[in-house]
């Protein structure tokens, strides 16, 4: 929400520095958090970066568990040719480290945070998949769907009315668990220059810009930093609540 509403929360553009208000120490008046070695109001940029962060945490997720959802449902479902070459396709992402794959893509796509959204997809639709593919494949010989198969139901018509309504309760589970380490890999790619570029407030790049300061005793680069540790710990936490209240409902 502060980060939503940032104009209305800040009166300092977050891009625009202040030559006279060059590495202004947090806590000082008319700057609470700071400023950075461009002069520029620490907060502004807190809450303005937030509003890349929130979108590169969510966006891949729900791309990644449609796409692993129907990469699942075939591979699990599917026996033949079909299911294989689906598994295997799996494997061959799996072999390769999932941070290497994700700057693979986001160096040969360019950067920005659009790739920053499509790496992160790409990366995490395999663990999705195999989730999927061992909850359909433990469920296509279940009672409930060989008498679906008995009433003439096609394949695919299984797959849309008897299993996925099974396998979205462990996509959604396996999905909002990820979205804290979501926004980690947002941040090291804006830490690594792949994400939004200069001058936008980027969490990642802002502990970047600001690292060597450490060497001084200053704590700027410290501030984004505990922005990123604070969020990924308050979204695993809120995220675990939401599950033990599901499940104490269904229960």
């Known amino acids: ?11 300092y553009d977050p891009n625009i520095g202040d030559n006279d208000a060059y590495l202004v120490p947090p ?12 002069g520029r109001d620490i907060l502004p940029r807190i809450l303005y970066g937030g509003q890349l962060v929130f979108p590169e945490a969510v966006i891949p997720v729900v791309v990644a568990s449609i796409l692993g959802m ?10 033949g040719v079909l299911g294989e070459i689906v598994m295997r396709a799996l494997d061959v992402l799996f072999a390769i480290p999932m941070v290497l794959l994700a700057i693979a893509i986001a160096a040969t796509l360019g950067s920005g945070p659009p790739t920053v959204i499509v790496s992160m997809a ?7 998949a ?15 769907v060989d008498a679906a198969r008995c009433a003439g139901f096609s394949r695919w018509k299984i797959l849309r009315r008897e299993i996925l309504p099974h396998v979205i309760p462990a ?18 790619f804006g830490f690594l220059g792949l994400g939004a570029q200069p001058p936008t407030a980027d969490w990642g790049s802002m502990v970047k810009e600001n690292a060597s300061l450490i060497a001084f005793g200053d704590i700027t680069p410290l501030i ?3 922005a990123i540790g604070l969020v990924t710990v308050a979204i695993n936490f809120v995220v675990d609540w939401m599950l033990h209240r599901a499940s104490g409902l269904k229960d």
Request: aromatic fraction near 12%; proline fraction near 7%; hydrophobic fraction near 55%.
């Open 1 to 11: 929400l502060a980060s939503i509403f940032a104009p209305w929360l800040t009166g």
């Open 27 to 38: 806590f000082s008046p008319g700057h609470i958090l700071g400023t950075d070695n461009q």
């Open 70 to 79: 129907a990469l699942g449902l075939i591979g699990g479902f599917f026996k």
């Open 122 to 128: 790409v990366v995490i639709t395999p663990y999705v």
């Open 130 to 144: 195999r989730v999927v593919a061992t909850t359909t494949a433990q469920l296509r010989n279940a009672p409930f």
């Open 171 to 188: 996509v959604v589970v396996y999905g909002t668990t990820n979205m804290g380490a979501m926004i980690v890999f947002a941040a090291g």
């Open 224 to 226: 984004p930093a505990a």
